[in-house]
C-alpha cells in the first residue's frame, strides 16, 4: 500500500484528532420518532440519509473543492464553502462541521508536516471569511496527502 493510502487511513481513524468521531445525521430523532426500529429499518434509513443527503451535499462539495487548494483558488472555496454552509439548516450542524474541519486542518498539518505555503484556507478562517466546513478541508488536506479524489471521497463516507 501506498504512502498516500496509509495516511488516509491514518486521518480515518476515529483516533485522528478532528475534534469529533462522528455526526448521527439525526438518528436518535430518527428513533424517537419510531422511524428506525430494527435493522432493516436502520439499513434504510441509513441509505436514505446517504442518497439523499450526504452523498449530493458532502460529497458534490469535495468533490468540486478538488484540486481549487493546489491552484490557490481562493474565491472559489470560499464560495464553496459558503454555499455548503447555507445547507446546513441549523447553527450547531454549521459550526460542529466549521470545528471539525479546523481541528482537520490544525492535526494534519502538526502530523504530517504539510507545507503552509500558498495555504489559502488558514488566513480565511482566522479572518471569519470563511467557516473551513469538513467535506472541503477534508478535499484540500487529502489532496495535499497525495490521496486520490476517489479514495478520499470514500473513506470520507466510510470513516
Excluded at 428513533?31 to 429499518?41: D, M
Excluded at 439523499?52 to 468533490?63: A, E, I, M, V
Excluded at 468540486?64 to 450547531?92: I, T
Excluded at 492535526?107 to 478562517?125: E, H, M
Aim: net charge neutral; proline share 5%; charged share 20%.
Amino acid at each position: 500500500m501506498g504512502a498516500a493510502l496509509l495516511r488516509l487511513l491514518q486521518i480515518s481513524d476515529s483516533s485522528f484528532p478532528t475534534g469529533s468521531f462522528g455526526h448521527s445525521q439525526g438518528l436518535e430523532y430518527a428513533i424517537l420518532q419510531g422511524w428506525v426500529r430494527e435493522r432493516k429499518s436502520l439499513y434504510e434509513w441509513s441509505k436514505d440519509c446517504l442518497i439523499q443527503t450526504l452523498f449530493p451535499l458532502d460529497g458534490r462539495s469535495l468533490w468540486q473543492a478538488w484540486g481549487l487548494g493546489k491552484a490557490n483558488a481562493v474565491s472559489e472555496l470560499r464560495a464553496l464553502d459558503l454555499e455548503l454552509v447555507s445547507f446546513r439548516p441549523n447553527f450547531p450542524q454549521r459550526q460542529a462541521g466549521s470545528q471539525t474541519g479546523r481541528s482537520l486542518l490544525e492535526s494534519a498539518l502538526r502530523s504530517f508536516g504539510i507545507s503552509t505555503q500558498g495555504l489559502w484556507f488558514n488566513p480565511l478562517v482566522s479572518s471569519q471569511r470563511m467557516e473551513g466546513q469538513f467535506p472541503i478541508v477534508w478535499a484540500w488536506v487529502c489532496e495535499r496527502l497525495g490521496i486520490p479524489p476517489e479514495n478520499a471521497l470514500e473513506a470520507y463516507f466510510l470513516g
